[in-house]
């Protein structure tokens, strides 16, 4: 049995969609176990007649932390949110994985704080699933966790990007590459030509140097930067993606001849948009952690929380990922 333990009251629009993707989850997965953490009446409200599912159990928490809050106080002063209650049950052994779409930071720092690293581990990373138009996704480590990365933290980037995209993306021998300026073994700074090196030493499969411009040419199923250019790179496809689709739609709205033919457009608007969804994984993995800590976006909707407990927290916990990045780790010590 796979026990994820669920921010009930983290997000947007939490408890409902948060419950609605776990119920959504609970359908696609046997064995999968929930504990939904947060406000008990609320969450048994929510949850209606569907409550009564013995895979499904709430864990009653008093306080929740805002999203306005700040981090490293917040886990430290509100022993009773629901977040850190979420992660303590992981701590305690009563849960494989912790899920939420609550503050970010608070998440992120209290990661650290009660699950710990996997032993080698030096610095965690966030790791995210970028859409790519075959549809295949692309990991890309980091986006965020850690701003100032030095050459053996992008090495165990690397090197757990690559296990994660076996065991969880099942890709069977994934390709990694360096985001770098230029693709010669040459460019950069310091920190990415050593790097390049230490990969290329150490790890097969490595395709090298690639330039933003090439991330969605399937040209690599692991992408690996420091979390200052990785976060920039996320919010910036994001940026795009979601202003591009609705320029065209505000320009298409304008033209009576451009409505005419999206009609006939239709489909390939709809796999294009479909192809680029965000959702298929649901959120970021802080991956290097005891357990499985996923962070939602914050306007998670139930389809998004449904992927990440399935797609993420569910095949990470089954397929022992953790055990096999502490195997790869010995067996490069």
Do not use: W
């Not at 928490?61 to 992660?87: F, H, Q, T, Y």
């Not at 994660?164 to 994934?174: D, Q």
């Amino acid at each position: 049995m796979v026990r994820v333990a669920v921010d009930a009251m983290g997000g947007d629009h939490a408890p409902a969609e948060i419950v609605k993707g776990v119920l959504a989850a609970l359908e696609r997965k046997e064995d999968l176990e929930i504990l939904l953490v947060g406000n008990e009446e609320t969450i048994q409200e929510t949850l209606g007649r569907q409550g009564n599912s013995p895979r499904v159990k709430v864990v009653h928490a008093d306080e929740v932390i805002g999203n306005e809050e700040d981090p490293g106080l917040a886990i430290r002063r509100k022993k009773g949110a629901s977040m850190v209650m979420a992660m303590q049950l992981v701590r305690q052994g009563e849960a494989d994985a912790v899920l939420s779409a609550g503050n970010t930071g608070a998440l992120m720092a209290g990661g650290l704080l009660f699950l710990g690293r996997i032993s080698g581990i030096k610095r965690p990373a966030l790791l995210s699933v970028f859409p790519t138009f075959e549809g295949e996704g692309m990991a890309v480590l980091d986006v965020g966790a850690n701003m100032d990365a030095r050459p053996e933290h992008m090495f165990q980037y690397a090197l757990m990007g690559q296990i994660y995209a076996r065991e969880v993306m099942g890709k069977e021998l994934p390709r990694v590459a360096l985001l770098n300026v230029g693709s010669e073994e040459n460019k950069g700074n310091h920190c990415a030509r050593t790097s390049y090196q230490m990969i290329k030493d150490n790890l097969d499969q490595f395709m090298g140097n690639i330039e933003a411009k090439e991330i969605f040419q399937n040209v690599t199923d692991v992408l690996v930067c420091d979390g200052f250019v990785g976060n920039v790179l996320l919010k910036t496809i994001e940026g795009v993606s979601r202003d591009l689709f609705a320029f065209l739609k505000e320009e298409i709205q304008k033209d009576f001849k451009a409505r005419l033919a999206s009609t006939m457009l239709y489909s390939v608007f709809r796999r294009a948009r479909a192809s680029l969804d965000e959702s298929e994984y649901g959120g970021a993995l802080l991956i290097g952690v005891k357990g499985a800590c996923i962070k939602c976006h914050g306007a998670s909707q139930s389809k998004a929380i449904m992927h990440a407990l399935t797609n993420q927290a569910y095949p990470i916990v089954h397929n022992r990922t953790n055990e096999k990045i502490e195997h790869a780790l010995r067996m490069n010590a």
